[in-house]
């Protein structure tokens, strides 16, 4: 599956439409409250036979630190280790005990999710959000293998999201610190 968020510079606010007819395949919903970010919620536009609206199939529930899935709910420090040395920590997301662990990369503006210690790939997630003088930026876009799409889907879209909004939290963070210091 290929995919490209229609938001360009927010990625909890979007839909998530195919890549070769551009329909809508999942829309995201973020909502807010007093301390931030409450719930970003990811609904399946092409519902099963016999519903007829969007369905939600996934969740963040921001301030609890919880991902839900088709109505199972598990704490985000239940579903991701870190592994290796100081310089070189690696973070490993898995759904449950029976399914696959997936290494969770960020390199060159792309989120990448392997399996078998990084020698297959199952999913990536492109976040070019630089702003471009004279052309237009590029969306994000999303790229989900057939083993990922088989047993994981709705779980790596999250963990890419997640993965990608605490990204760029820190990013806002240490401009702040930053700005905060030169003046």
């Not at 109505?71 to 985000?76: E, I, W």
Request: glycine share 4%; charged share 25%; proline share 3%.
């Amino acid at each position: 599956m290929e995919a490209t968020f229609d938001n360009k510079t927010n990625v909890l606010n979007a839909n998530i439409r195919a890549v070769h007819d551009n329909s809508v395949i999942y829309t995201l919903r973020t909502s807010f409250g007093y301390r931030g970010r409450k719930d970003t919620i990811l609904c399946d536009e092409n519902p099963a036979p016999g519903h007829s609206t969007a369905t939600a199939v996934g969740a963040i529930h921001w301030q609890e630190k919880t991902l839900e899935i088709f109505g199972h709910k598990k704490s985000c420090s239940e579903l991701k280790r870190r592994a290796g040395g100081f310089f070189n920590r690696t973070r490993h997301w898995r759904w449950s005990a029976d399914r696959k662990e997936y290494e969770i990369l960020y390199e060159q503006e792309e989120w990448k999710a392997t399996l078998e210690h990084n020698m297959c790939i199952a999913g990536r997630f492109s976040v070019p959000f630089r702003p471009h003088l004279f052309s237009k930026s590029q969306p994000a876009l999303l790229h989900l293998t057939k083993t990922a799409l088989a047993e994981d889907e709705v779980f790596l879209i999250l963990v890419f999201i997640y993965c990608e909004a605490k990204r760029q939290d820190k990013t806002a963070c240490v401009s702040k610190l930053l700005l905060h210091n030169l003046c």
